[in-house]
């Protein structure tokens, strides 16, 4: 993907599944906006440190959030809710 590319991504989400936030080899994405339709968890991970460093018990949005993400740190939104949720995020390609 070109510098300056949008990354969107709108899907469902089952219970206790996770919709992960990772570019390819070599790309860094800033994920500006994340949306959630029901509770949720957000985790930072290298995939296999974890770390949750965001939680909500709604649906809800994250909005004006630069969050850096690459292939080796990346963050997954989990779902808690009890059900499939649709979860998203936006942002845009900046390596």
């Given at each position: 993907m070109a510098i300056g590319s949008s990354v969107i991504t709108h899907s469902s989400v089952a219970n206790?599944?996770?919709?992960t936030i990772q570019p390819t080899a070599g790309a860094v994405w800033v994920?500006?906006?994340l949306y959630m339709g029901g509770a949720w968890e957000?985790?930072?991970t290298d995939?296999?440190?974890?770390?949750?460093?965001m939680a909500g018990v709604i649906a809800d949005s994250i909005q004006n959030?630069?969050?850096l993400v690459?292939?080796?740190i990346y963050l997954t939104l989990k779902n808690v809710s009890g059900g499939a949720i649709y979860m998203g995020y936006d942002g845009y390609v900046i390596a």
């Open positions: 206790s599944a996770v919709l994920i500006q906006n957000i985790h930072r995939g296999t440190n974890d770390i949750t460093i959030r630069d969050m690459s292939n080796t």
